[in-house]
């Protein structure tokens, strides 16, 4: 599976952006998607995931909850998924991944996924 992120950019504080990551190789509808973030200085960490099925989906539990703000969704038939954000804060800049992988257990956790795509940059102003 190769993974296509884009979408990101710059925005102001309360604005909003829809990143799109689009899949190709093998079948996308077979695995579970998400997004990680890396901020500068920070750890990467877990945003969202959305299951193979679209039928669960679970967000990172930060607070300013990301649940709260974000929607991860994601469309079979285009080989799809998105980060709808909305009310962006300064403390969201961060390079945002795609990630995908088979059955994942611990979603919020790294290794479970294999692949990985190449990031898009979110910046946030104040």
């Known amino acids: 599976v190769q993974l296509q992120a884009s979408g990101g950019g710059l925005v102001q504080a309360g604005g909003s952006l829809r990143l799109s990551c689009a899949a190709s190789?093998?079948?996308?509808?077979?695995?579970?998607m998400g997004w990680f973030r890396q901020g500068p200085g920070k750890e990467r960490e877990f945003v969202a995931v959305?299951?193979?099925?679209?039928?669960?989906?679970?967000?990172?539990n930060y607070v300013d909850s990301v649940k709260a703000r974000f929607t991860i969704s994601r469309d079979n038939s285009k080989n799809t998924v998105y980060l709808r954000m909305n009310d962006l804060k300064p403390e969201d800049t961060a390079v945002y991944y795609c990630?995908?992988?088979?059955?994942?257990?611990?979603?919020?956790?790294?290794?479970?996924?294999?692949?990985w795509g190449q990031g898009t940059l979110v910046t946030v102003s104040s």
């Open positions: 190789g093998r079948t996308f509808n077979s695995y579970d």
């Open positions: 990630v995908a992988g088979r059955s994942v257990h611990t979603y919020s956790d790294s290794v479970e996924y294999e692949y």
């Open positions: 959305t299951s193979w099925s679209g039928g669960s989906i679970y967000y990172a």
